[in-house]
């Protein structure tokens, strides 16, 4: 049988409701929540390890970056054909999007959790897990980065967004739908991933800010980050990718600083593209040497600008590293 690592790393999947709070706490070790996962046994040989115990908010891009380095190690075992890690599902995306452009490997790499916690009825937490081991063993689940898998579907790292705050089924690939399933203790792959991007960095750009835009906004917020020291910003900008006239001398003064500003749409799906040649429109805003960031959401735009700066400060690298077709 395939040996798997399998990484606690907290969330929803290792607590309970403390009954003093009336709330859910981390509660449950990695090997209760493993006992839980009966007849595993017979499909793999785990290995069990503890990074952490942190709920899901609590995961800073320096955790990630730290954990990314713990699973290199463990992925480079001889012995280790897959690894498994369990996340708290609030920030499960970033992690997995980060590790993913930071892990190089061949071998599966599953992130998973759970939406319920170990005191609810229908705990998802042990369901989600072995289907998670079950995808690590396929043959199949190579060479395609970082997978999330809940609730029976897999999901790219890449193109997975937690989309509803209490569904079993909240994570989904609104534009492309799920690369697989498991099915009866088999993965079934739909589809691949034709494109796998590595920024292989062993630091991070901490100072990499995120701004939503919305009707009126003005320049306000850009002068204010890039004064608290800001290395990068992205920006959610309006439909395909255009803001309101008042926020462009912000943008433009903050690249003239030096400042890295990468653009992505609010838009649930769709990239941007610079179709607009208005005031505040996306043609204006490539001429000031904005960086266009396809159709990644902003969260993850972040995590790709963090560690693109922390690779390089070159700007056209930078640029070929979001736009590069």
Do not use: W
């Amino acid at each position: 049988m395939k040996k798997i690592a399998v990484i606690f790393n907290g969330g929803t999947i290792s607590m309970k409701i403390d009954p003093r709070l009336q709330a859910a706490v981390p509660s449950l070790s990695g090997e209760e929540i493993m006992s839980m996962v009966t007849g595993i046994e017979e499909y793999a040989n785990i290995e069990s390890f503890n990074f952490s115990n942190l709920p899901g908010p609590h995961v800073t891009p320096n955790k990630m970056l730290e954990m990314s380095k713990y699973v290199q190690n463990i992925v480079d075992r001889e012995d280790i054909e897959g690894v498994v890690i369990t996340h708290g599902t609030d920030t499960l995306e970033e992690t997995a999007y980060f590790l993913h452009l930071n892990i190089k490997s061949s071998k599966p790499i599953i992130v998973t959790g759970a939406m319920r916690n170990g005191s609810e009825l229908g705990y998802d937490g042990p369901a989600n897990l072995s289907a998670a081991i079950c995808t690590a063993i396929s043959e199949d689940a190579s060479n395609k980065g970082v997978l999330v898998c809940m609730n029976d579907e897999l999901n790219s790292a890449e193109e997975v967004t937690k989309v509803h705050s209490m569904h079993l089924n909240t994570f989904q690939s609104p534009e492309f739908g799920p690369i697989g399933i498991i099915d009866n203790n088999q993965v079934i792959f739909y589809r691949d991933i034709l494109q796998k991007q590595n920024i292989l960095t062993n630091k991070i750009e901490e100072n990499v800010e995120l701004v939503k835009c919305a009707a009126g906004m003005n320049s306000k917020i850009f002068d204010f980050l890039v004064e608290s020291g800001a290395k990068g910003i992205v920006l959610e900008g309006l439909g395909r990718g255009n803001v309101p006239p008042q926020m462009v001398d912000g943008i433009k003064r903050a690249i003239d600083k030096g400042v890295v500003v990468v653009l992505v749409t609010r838009c649930f799906m769709g990239r941007v593209l610079d179709s607009y040649g208005y005031e505040g429109g996306g043609k204006e805003l490539r001429k000031l040497g904005v960086i266009f960031g396809n159709n990644l959401p902003g969260q993850k735009a972040r995590i790709k600008l963090m560690l693109a700066l922390g690779q390089t400060n070159d700007y056209d690298l930078i640029k070929e590293i979001f736009e590069k077709k």
